[in-house]
């Protein structure tokens, strides 16, 4: 009976030492395995530094910040927490910068974070040995799950990223679409008007009274004005989108400006009443005075487009801590819904029946935005809209000469 127990207790340890042997086996697989990747990861991540772009390093730097950041307030805080607990911690910083960075600075964190786990958190601390078998299938699966949420959080952010290119893109094509639809109409009109008029004085030119010459001289001059404002509204939308807008100040005197302004559009053939209220004492202004006048003809030609002809259109400029300009119209005013949208590049009202190419208010925007400015538009209460230029303003010193 005795030989038999003994013998039952021998293959038990037999049975035991082979589990052992078989679980130390694995272990060592197992980490031999991860610091081979670890040693292959961080071999390829030396070779894109080396060759990534000066803004790709910076977020080697700031992903290994972080990680080293996250680590050191855990370890401050490992009294009172679970190195179980810590490793949630160590994943979540890793998510974090997935969501921001390229792949290769995501893994190198990950692989950092394992390794920072393991020889200060996991017991015996300070040395990438694990005690228990548990422990390292626990750093072998975190390792893991840290590199496959690394890999997944970029490829979502990537696939995202896809996603709002096609949007924009789409978005493109649309305005591309809406912008030869409006400049085959803008553009064709004067265009026609011009060769009916030439060809009209070319082949009737002994038939015609001169005033009937005078009279289609002023249509080809008309005409030429409008396409000319139509090339300068894309020309100027070319340099808002090009980024490398400069104003040029310069010392400019808005009445001076505005009368101008005023002027031309009266010319262009301005139906409407134009009321014009400026103080007599406003002082000069550092502006750019290209962009400023272009500004003010663009607000007042599309006030003119949509006030009646018997109305009369009001345009103001005061002057505290900053210059105000005001265009204000006496026309139907605009739909509250649509009020966020009319600065957007070719956007035009839906009900509109007034023609336009929708750039002449994002000319106004981009251009006052590049001066430091912002521009704003409401309803007034009794009809009609009112826009506002607000710029920051350096004024001058020195009195305004009148004339």
């Not at 038990?12 to 030492?17: K, L």
């Not at 060809?199 to 015609?208: G, I, K």
Request: aromatic share 10%; hydrophobic share 45%; glycine share 6%.
């Amino acid at each position: 009976m005795d030989k038999c127990m003994r013998g039952c207790c021998r293959f038990v340890d037999f049975a035991n030492s082979e589990d052992q042997i078989f679980i130390k086996s694995l272990y060592t697989v197992l980490v031999v395995v991860y610091e081979s990747f670890s040693l292959i990861l961080l071999l390829q991540t030396m070779k894109d530094f080396l060759q990534s772009k000066p803004g790709i390093r910076w977020q080697y730097f700031y992903s290994v910040l972080i990680v080293i950041t996250v680590s050191l307030l855990c370890y401050g805080l490992s009294p009172y927490l679970g190195y179980r607990v810590i490793a949630l911690i160590l994943l979540l910083a890793v998510s974090i910068i997935a969501i921001s960075f390229e792949i290769f600075p995501v893994l190198l964190a990950a692989a950092l974070s394992a390794f920072i786990w393991d020889f200060f958190f996991i017991p015996p601390h300070f040395t990438i040995h694990v005690a228990s078998t548990e422990d390292a299938i626990l750093l072998i699966m975190y390792f893991i799950i840290a590199m496959v949420n690394a890999v997944l959080t970029y490829r979502i952010r990537k696939v995202e990223k896809l996603a709002r290119l096609r949007q924009e893109r789409a978005k493109a094509v649309k305005l591309y679409n809406t912008l030869l639809n409006s400049l085959s109409h803008e553009l064709k009109t004067p265009i026609a008007t011009i060769i009916g008029a030439t060809d009209n004085l070319q082949e009737n030119n002994q038939n015609l009274t001169e005033h009937n010459k005078q009279q289609l001289l002023a249509e080809i001059a008309k005409a030429s004005v409008r396409l000319n404002q139509q090339v300068e509204n894309l020309l100027n939308m070319s340099r808002i989108e090009s980024g490398f807008l400069q104003p040029k100040m310069n010392w400019c005197d808005i009445s001076e400006i505005i009368y101008a302004v005023v002027r031309r559009v009266e010319e262009d053939g301005a139906l409407q009443q134009i009321k014009i209220d400026v103080p007599q004492q406003l002082p000069l202004f550092k502006l750019d005075k290209g962009m400023f006048e272009q500004v003010l003809f663009n607000l007042l030609s599309n006030a003119v487009r949509h006030t009646p002809a018997d109305a009369s259109i009001r345009l103001g400029a005061s002057f505290d801590q900053y210059l105000l300009v005001t265009v204000e119209d006496t026309g139907k005013g605009l739909p509250e819904e649509e009020i966020p949208f009319v600065f957007d590049k070719f956007y035009r009202l839906k009900n509109t029946t007034v023609s336009g190419t929708g750039l002449g208010l994002s000319i106004v925007k981009g251009f006052t935005e590049a001066m430091g400015g912002s521009v704003q538009v409401q309803n007034k209460t009794g009809g009609g809209a009112i826009f506002t230029i607000k710029l920051p303003a350096e004024i001058s010193s020195i009195k305004k000469i009148s004339g």
